[in-house]
């Protein structure tokens, strides 16, 4: 898959195209805010990207639809997305067509007719993705993983801020989860594990999970069992205490299975038939007994009360007595003259006035009626307390009765009782004996289980003998000792740092690391910002060559923006630098790409106009001046 044309479809309904050749280097070259790197962003866009990251500005007010014709071995795609309405980072609206010699539409009035995941599944299939999944080891939480196109693009761009950068080797490595996914997907890639070991690699890792899962289970079973066989030994005693088991049933305690066919055998147990009829009197009797005893204490409560009140009213006809004899010892007051405000013995002025006579006298009788109503009352209350004791007696002596007669009708269904109490008691333990099996059914016994672990594992012994694991970790270090001596080779042509030694590709790491006598160096610990592009482009010509030659379903492209952007600050003079650096650094992208016959497209954008013929020959535009991506027609009048 390479690309064959860029279509921008503008929103004044005009048409900017930009057509590549296939096979060899394209070239861009111009000034900076011409629209270089917006190159790489409408490629990923069309390519399902999550985002538009173009800025906004004149590309996003301008343009209504990005287009991009690929080229396959035998037929064509075109692809074509809306550019996210204002405020919008996304659009899920794309329009494809499939041909063998198809071109790009020459209006831009699509109709939607697939979205993103559309469009990935069709491209992935078309680059020849199989079917794939990559699901994590035992032990770790991330969610399975399909490799697809997506994945296949973090080996095809290497944009300005990741060319140069020195802690990420790979497109949108810098995001989150990304470097998981390239570690997860780069098998995949580089065929270490091809479509049919992929299914049996995971096939293993879920038989392990739940080979896991049921020897667990089969260690809880067994500690039940183990725990379990004390709570049935106590649970056989308490049912031969009841009658449930008989004391001379045989039962192994030592074997668990014994223990539980002991308790099965009684599990449905039904209690036996009690004659009610003279229970039936005895519960109306003790209901009679219970009606009486209730009105015998509410009697004795009345008696009491009644009692208390004679009593206080005796204390209370003595304290009037009381004060009605000190009222009349003082009856003197009758024959004498005296002012209420002096003493009538001494004279002397009192603080407060004494009674007159009259008030005397007055409170005398009131005394008198007092004591004559509560004396009249003392013989209804007496003969009140007389009829509540005889009422009283009566209800004992019918206590007495119901008592006698209940005792009689215990002792004539002495059997009867203790036959519904053994029920009860017998009731109750069949109860703790039917939650017991609950909690240990274990359909009988531990040979399902069993045969269940074994099966599997017969299973994980047939994959790996199919996966011989060294024969794969040879096929991962034979690969990438196959790089390393491309990497290390071009890594002296390129003279980078530490190029006497060995460099390699860390798959682990997902980055490059050179392997020095007393230490591995990897490449954040590299300084110089032409050591971090070279080591980048060694790299990813490293992968494309590998891909190439073993048919991998990786696009035959790369989009590089601004290689030389270490080399001078500015586009300032850029234009007719001849920097011996840069020189070398194209040729090396030259070179790379003839080695490759015609197998791989390399699309550059840069400040750097080299004068040498091979450069320019690779150049497709310039955009010095005043040229650009967007024509100046569509957004100045």
Not at 189 to 216: D, W, Y
Not at 606 to 629: C, M, P, R, T, Y
Request: proline share 3%; glycine share 6%.
């Amino acid at each position: 898959m390479q690309i064959k044309e860029i279509v921008l479809y503008g929103v004044n309904g005009q048409i900017r195209r930009l057509p590549f050749n296939l096979g060899t280097v394209n070239i861009i070259s111009g000034k900076s805010k011409t629209g270089k790197s917006v190159i790489g962003d409408i490629i990923d866009y069309c390519l399902g990207g999550d985002s538009c990251n173009i800025a906004d500005g004149v590309v996003r007010e301008t343009v209504a639809w990005y287009g991009l014709l690929l080229q396959l071995d035998n037929e064509r795609i075109f692809v074509a997305r809306e550019n996210p309405p204002y405020g919008q980072q996304s659009t899920n609206k794309f329009y494809y067509e499939i041909g063998k010699n198809i071109t790009a539409p020459k209006a831009g009035s699509f109709i939607s007719n697939t979205n993103t995941a559309g469009i990935e599944e069709m491209l992935s299939r078309k680059l020849g993705i199989s079917e794939n999944i990559n699901i994590p080891p035992e032990g770790q939480t991330r969610l399975p993983l399909s490799a697809n196109i997506r994945h296949a693009l973090y080996y095809c761009f290497q944009k300005q801020d990741e060319i140069a950068a020195k802690n990420f080797l790979f497109h949108e490595q810098s995001k989150d989860f990304i470097t998981q996914a390239i570690k997860d997907t780069m098998p995949y890639f580089l065929g270490i594990i091809n479509e049919e070991t992929l299914v049996l690699e995971n096939e293993r890792t879920l038989l392990k999970r739940k080979l896991s899962v049921e020897k667990r289970e089969l260690e809880e079973i067994r500690m039940l069992q183990g725990g379990g066989m004390q709570r049935a030994i106590s649970l056989i005693s308490e049912a031969k205490s009841v009658g449930l088991l008989s004391d001379d049933l045989k039962i192994d305690y030592d074997d668990y299975n014994s223990l539980r066919a002991a308790l099965e055998t009684i599990s449905d147990w039904k209690p036996a038939e009690v004659n009610t009829a003279g229970m039936d009197k005895l519960s109306f009797l003790q209901n009679e007994l219970s009606i009486v005893q209730s009105e015998l204490d509410s009697i004795g409560e009345d008696i009491r009360n009644a009692k208390t009140f004679v009593g206080e009213t005796k204390g209370f006809v003595d304290e009037i007595e009381h004060q009605k004899m000190r009222l009349q010892s003082i009856g003197l007051f009758e024959a004498l003259d005296f002012e209420t405000n002096h003493c009538p013995l001494c004279s002397n002025s009192l603080s407060e006035p004494l009674p007159n006579v009259d008030a005397i006298k007055r409170a005398i009788k009131n005394l008198d009626y007092n004591i004559s109503s509560v004396t009249r009352e003392k013989p209804k209350l007496r003969k009140y307390i007389d009829e509540l004791e005889s009422k009283r007696q009566s209800l004992k002596e019918k206590e007495k009765a119901l008592k006698s007669e209940i005792d009689g009708v215990y002792a004539e269904n002495q059997d009867a009782i203790l036959l519904r109490d053994l029920n009860a008691r017998r009731a109750k333990i069949i109860g703790r004996i039917s939650l017991w099996l609950e909690s240990v059914n274990i359909n009988d016994n531990t040979s399902a289980k069993e045969a269940s672990i074994k099966e599997i594992q017969n299973r994980l012994n047939i994959i790996d003998s199919l996966l011989d694991k060294e024969s794969v970790e040879d096929r991962k270090k034979s690969i990438l000792n196959r790089m390393s001596v491309e990497m290390s080779a071009w890594a002296k042509d390129l003279a980078l740092e530490h190029s006497e030694n060995p460099y390699r590709l860390d798959m682990g790491k997902a980055t490059v690391v050179i392997d020095k006598p007393e230490r591995p160096v990897p490449l954040q610990q590299l300084g110089s910002g032409s050591n971090w592009v070279g080591i980048h482009l060694i790299a990813y010509f490293a992968l494309h060559k590998y891909f190439i030659s073993m048919n991998r379903p990786v696009p035959r492209f790369l989009f590089i923006d601004q290689p030389s952007q270490v080399y001078f600050p500015s586009d300032m003079d850029a234009k007719n630098t001849d920097k011996e650096e840069v020189n070398n650094l194209y040729q090396f992208i030259f070179d790379r790409v003839k080695e490759l016959k015609g197998k791989i497209q390399v699309i550059i954008v840069d400040h750097a106009d080299l004068d040498n013929d091979e450069f320019q020959k690779s150049v497709i535009e310039k955009w010095w001046n005043g040229e650009k991506l967007i024509p100046e027609s569509w957004y100045k009048k």
